[in-house]
């Protein structure tokens, strides 16, 4: 008996306008085959809409969770966003892997609006370390206290 199985897992975050962002995110395997799209507000990192689609499943679980995604619009992408997703798409009634796209919509739009920073912060290490690393944070606050680096002393 041969066994063969495939996963592929896409994620793409676009600028709507000056204030939002669209990110989604998509995996398509061998038995489930979903999509999460997201817009989110720049200011605050505020999700503000939600939609998504179960294409293949092998549980009815994941099928009758689609519209708990409902319940994270408002939240604001940051410190606690991964325990309190688990808690309203997770769980009992939930579906995991829709809450693994959700949480994978999350990390890129951090990275969208942290890759471009660091790069910047890393191309003026040798001039002025610490003034750089005031000047990220600023624009990146989740960050403070998140290593040594950019511990607040």
Known sequence: MLLSYTRNKHTTVKDI??????????????????????????AGLKIISVDGKIRRSFNEECQAAVPLLQKIVGLHIGSGIIKTVMDLIGGANGCQRLTDLVLECCDNVILRFTVDQLGIVLSRIDRVPYTNNKAFLKVNPRLKNSCIIFAED
């Open 17 to 42: 306008n000056r204030e939002e962002v669209l990110v989604s995110s998509v995996v398509e395997d061998t038995f489930f085959s979903a999509e999460v799209e997201m817009v989110i507000k720049k």
